[in-house]
């Protein structure tokens, strides 16, 4: 439990990397950069190096990041910093999954909901949920894949469990599925503060175990 250390989040994505930094629980500071390059190692490192310019190292307790699914080199140089960072210190090294950026933010409690988020130019990654006993439980494997197949799963999945509706809560806009009766869709940032919520949230695990972004991992695999 976080006291009066400090908490540090790192999150990249396609379009930017961003640092959080928490205390007792409440969101200190972000910094955020735009950046479309491949590979953002250069960009986090710097980010990084101006923050602990102003907070010493020794001053945090948890560094959390987000395991994917996502790209293998930005995945894997997001490890490698975070376990840099906490290299021959007490700083525990958490994880959360992109999924739990995304639950975290949800105000509504009932119901079946969609996560969904763009992990590439074309493609998108989704699972299903269901809240009961107080918690958001996955109730399908992850699946990948265009927008078009997001719909169309979408259609199988509701008529397969007799649905009515179904929420769906993205990172991105997805067009296709306004003419969805059964569809209500909403869209959620996520960043840094994101990782850092979902800390909050409890949902960081004690794991560095990467989840990728290839298709054929997304359709073999659950979390």
């Given at each position: ?31 955020e ?33 987000s ?24 700083i525990?090294l ?40 107080g ?19 979408i ?42 919520k ?26």
């Open positions: 439990m976080v006291c009066n250390m400090l908490s540090l989040s790192i999150f990249s994505s396609s379009k930017s990397v961003s640092l959080a930094i928490s205390k007792e629980k409440k969101i200190i500071k972000f910094i950069k735009n950046d479309n390059q491949k590979n953002k190692s250069n960009t986090l490192l710097v980010l990084i190096q101006n923050i602990l310019k102003e907070y010493e190292l020794g001053l945090f307790e948890n560094i959390i990041f395991r994917g699914p996502g790209g293998f080199t930005s995945i894997r140089s997001l490890i490698a910093i975070s376990q840099g960072l906490c290299l021959n210190s007490n525990k958490l994880s959360v999954t992109t999924f739990e950026l995304l639950l975290c933010q949800l105000t509504h409690k009932e119901g079946i909901t969609l996560i969904c988020f763009k992990e590439s130019r074309r493609d998108f990654y989704y699972q299903f949920y269901i809240y009961e006993g918690e958001w439980k996955k109730i399908s494997k992850i699946f990948s894949g265009l927008q078009d197949e997001i719909k169309k799963k259609i199988l999945f509701s008529k397969k469990n007799n649905l009515q509706k179904i929420n769906v809560v993205t990172d991105s806009l997805v067009y296709n599925l306004d003419n969805l009766l059964e569809v209500s869709c909403k869209r959620l940032d996520v960043d840094a503060t994101s990782v850092m979902s800390f909050f949230f409890g949902y960081a695990k004690n794991t560095i175990r990467p989840i990728y972004h290839h298709p054929h991992y997304a359709k073999r695999n659950t979390i």
